[in-house]
């Protein structure tokens, strides 16, 4: 698949397979409270995959929701300036809300987000990424749950994409920089 497109796996399938399971524990430990009234919301498209993994792997019910935002910029960057493609079909009010991520890079996408959301006034309102690029950071965000901090390079794979493209990769990759200049 993608014969000489991607460069390096950086994670491979297993390793987000163990990491869901580990980060869904330690969810369903903190929410014991909250048992049964968590609510996920899934951003499109890029947290669809690690969105559903890890709502299977969640040992408690939870019901989902997604969003979909677009930030205004390039293809492999973002300018913090967002905008709202599809809403929450429901009221988050009185609700234990997780926003479930795909990555964090400067932290714009996410700190937009947390604002807008924070003001619907849920019960509680926390952020599990399965991505964290550390060096990226230009807004620091609350984050309570990361899956891997990893180097500032574009990846692809499980839900990342790069034009549309690899989101159907089982393990997160660089691309081969072949890919970016070739035009597709
Ligand atoms: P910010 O910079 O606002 O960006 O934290 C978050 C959004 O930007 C996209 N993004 C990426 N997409 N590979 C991708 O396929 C990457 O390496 C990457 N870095 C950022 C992504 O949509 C994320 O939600
Ligand atoms: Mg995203």
């Not at 460069?7 to 909250?34: F, M, P």
């Not at 048992?35 to 969105?51: N, S």
């Not at 890890?54 to 989902?64: E, K």
Request: hydrophobic share 40%; proline share 4%; charged share 25%.
């Amino acid at each position: 698949m993608y014969d000489g497109d991607i460069a390096s796996v950086l994670i491979s399938e297993q390793q987000i397979k163990d990491k869901v399971t580990e980060l869904a524990k330690q969810v369903d430990e903190d929410y014991q409270q909250a048992a049964g009234d968590l609510l996920l919301v899934g951003v499109l498209k890029g947290a669809v995959m690690f969105m559903t993994d890890f709502a299977r792997a969640l040992p408690q019910p939870a019901q989902l929701e997604f969003m979909a935002v677009s930030s205004y910029g390039s293809s492999t960057s973002s300018s913090g300036v967002v905008r709202i493609l599809k809403d929450l079909d429901r009221d988050i009010a009185d609700r234990h809300v997780l926003i479930v991520e795909d990555i964090i890079d400067s932290g714009l996408t996410l700190s937009w987000l947390l604002k807008n959301l924070s003001s619907r006034n849920p019960a509680s309102l926390e952020v599990c990424t399965l991505l964290r690029k550390p060096d990226a950071v230009q807004v620091e965000v609350p984050v309570k749950y990361v899956g891997f901090d990893i180097p500032n390079e574009f990846v692809v794979g499980y839900g990342l994409d790069y034009a549309e493209r690899y989101r159907d990769l089982p393990y997160i990759g660089t691309l081969d920089p072949k890919v970016y200049t070739s035009g597709v």
